[in-house]
């Protein structure tokens, strides 16, 4: 399972919120490239890079920090935040994503996200499942689907999607233990790539995650509040 620190990108600086709440945000970086940088030096090989005054705008706001982040380091960059248009997408990659999570257009605008996962393919573009009481939430959180998890992704599946990452938002930030009976389930019946996100602690919520079967699991808050250390991380990766 691939260990994918989280990087929230607020104001130019690497913060973290409580269950995607602005007001709530706590700055802990004030450089994202060095704190990039020393995710490299501990073995992680992948960041999740989330321009939060992008999804905020509705537009990429952070291109700079990911272009510097893929100049200037190795890490293979999930990048998501703002992408709501042909323009954002062709900026997200030409400023160095590997690959970009979409979610709120996946929602609101089916066949501009068919466009791009044909265009680029399925292993560049990752389907954001943000879920809240297993109902699907977009525009930043602020808004709640009627559309259940799984069917939200497995609909995707059948379209050619190979990996979404699924934030439970009850969680995020809460430092309470992830969903795991929820992922598991999803890993039992979905052949999609399934990237844990949302209330990761301890080691031990990264060992049930693998062994629930996920292909992923991204790390924030634990991280920058020391409940896993960087050489603890780097023992797994």
Same mark, same amino acid.
């Given at each position: ?47 999740? %890079? ?10 990429? +706001?952070?291109? *700079? @920090?990911?272009?510097? /982040?893929?100049? &200037? ?75 259940? %998890? ?10 050619? +999607?190979?990996? *979404? @990452?699924?934030?439970? /938002?009850?969680? &995020? ?65």
């Amino acid at each position: 399972m691939r260990i994918i620190p989280a990087m929230d990108i607020l104001g130019g600086k690497c913060v973290r919120l409580t269950k995607g709440d602005y007001s709530t945000s706590t700055i802990y970086y004030d450089d994202p490239l060095e704190i990039a940088k020393q995710f490299e030096s501990y073995g992680i090989s992948h960041i999740h %890079l989330v321009d939060l005054d992008g999804a905020r705008s509705k537009h990429i +706001v952070n291109a *700079s @920090i990911l272009e510097a /982040i893929a100049r &200037d380091t190795k890490l293979a960059i999930d990048f998501g935040g703002g992408i709501k248009c042909d323009k954002d997408i062709e900026t997200a990659f030409n400023c160095g994503a590997a690959q970009v999570t979409v979610g709120s257009v996946a929602v609101t605008d089916q066949e501009l996200f068919l466009k791009w996962l044909g265009t680029y393919g399925g292993e560049k573009i990752i389907l954001g499942a943000d879920f809240k009481n297993r109902m699907i939430a977009y525009n930043g959180w602020t808004m709640e689907s009627k559309t259940d %998890l799984l069917n939200f992704i497995e609909s995707y599946r059948q379209k050619g +999607v190979s990996y *979404s @990452i699924c934030t439970d /938002i009850s969680k &995020d930030g809460m430092l309470t233990g992830p969903s795991i009976d929820i992922y598991r389930q999803l890993v039992t019946i979905t052949e999609i790539n399934i990237i844990a996100s949302g209330g990761i602690t301890s080691l031990e919520d990264l060992l049930q995650l693998a062994d629930a079967g996920c292909e992923g699991a991204i790390i924030g808050k634990a991280l920058y509040e020391k409940k896993i250390t960087p050489k603890e991380l780097a023992s797994l990766c």
